[in-house]
T-cell receptor, first 112, second 112 residues
Framework: DQQVKQNSPSLSVQEGRISILNCDYT??????FLWYKKYPAEGPTFLIS?????DKNEDGRFTVFLNKSAKHLSLHIVPSQPGDSAVYFC???????????FGAGTRLTVKP | DGGITQSPKYLFRKEGQNVTLSCEQN?????MYWYRQDPGQGLRLIYY???????QKGDIAEGYSVSREKKESFPLTVTSAQKNPTAFYLC???????????FGNGTRLTVT
């Protein structure tokens, strides 16, 4: 049973516009959430994280929003750049175990 | 230069043979992980280890085995009991609780 879900397999946006990637989770015990970026034939690289005590975390062009009541998080990229084109994974973990569960990924394409 | 090294990048085996994938880290991280990526399914957790000489099963441990004799090393053996071993395997490490995972560049295993 997939505990972390990314329901949009792909997203295409124009350069300079906002990209919004969404993620839903089912396990209310998750308390640490992350976004990773991945290029083909490489390992994912960490982008940004948020703990369950916050509802927003910002790092440059990247902002993660967490809505605990809806069990939903999103990643906003503003402005989007062609170099942002990659597969984005959301992930979540519970406390001490840090045994992270990942969504299926969303392929973002930013068109020049 | 600190990081995670997975070797080899590509591995080919005949059906019925066991094969061991190597993962070494020099980040001095306590926790290490193995994930499997299949198309459209994201990353699925196979095994993880939070400390030397201890490891736990993830969501898809059947047909796999691991050892953690040294902090730096977490090899994964894909046994002949694994029904669909062909996949992209990713190793990761982290400092522990509420810390992002750092990934290697993966090993693509093909079993024919």
């Amino acid at each position: 049973d997939q505990q972390v879900k990314q329901n949009s397999p792909s997203l295409s946006v124009q350069e300079g516009r906002i990209s919004i990637l969404n993620c839903d989770y089912t396990n209310s015990m998750f308390d640490y959430f992350l976004w990773y970026k991945k290029y083909p034939a490489e390992g994912p690289t960490f982008l940004i994280s948020i703990s369950s005590i916050k509802d927003k975390n910002e790092d440059g062009r990247f902002t993660v929003f967490l809505n605990k009541s809806a069990k939903h998080l999103s990643l906003h990229i503003v402005p989007s750049q062609p170099g942002d084109s990659a597969v984005y994974f959301c992930a979540a973990s519970i406390g001490e175990n840090n045994d992270m569960r990942f969504g299926a990924g969303t392929r973002l394409t930013v068109k020049p | 230069d600190g990081g995670i090294t997975q070797s080899p990048k590509y591995l080919f085996r005949k059906e019925g043979q066991n094969v061991t994938l190597s993962c070494e880290q020099n980040l001095n991280h306590d926790a290490m992980y193995w994930y499997r990526q299949d198309p459209g399914q994201g990353l699925r957790l196979i095994y993880y280890s939070q400390i030397v000489n201890d490891f736990q099963k993830g969501d898809i441990a059947e047909g796999y085995s691991v050892s953690r004799e040294k902090k730096e090393s977490f090899p994964l053996t894909v046994t002949s009991a694994q029904k669909n071993p062909t996949a992209f395997y990713l190793c990761a490490s982290s400092r522990g609780t509420d810390s992002p995972l750092h990934f290697g560049n993966g090993t693509r295993l093909t079993v024919t």
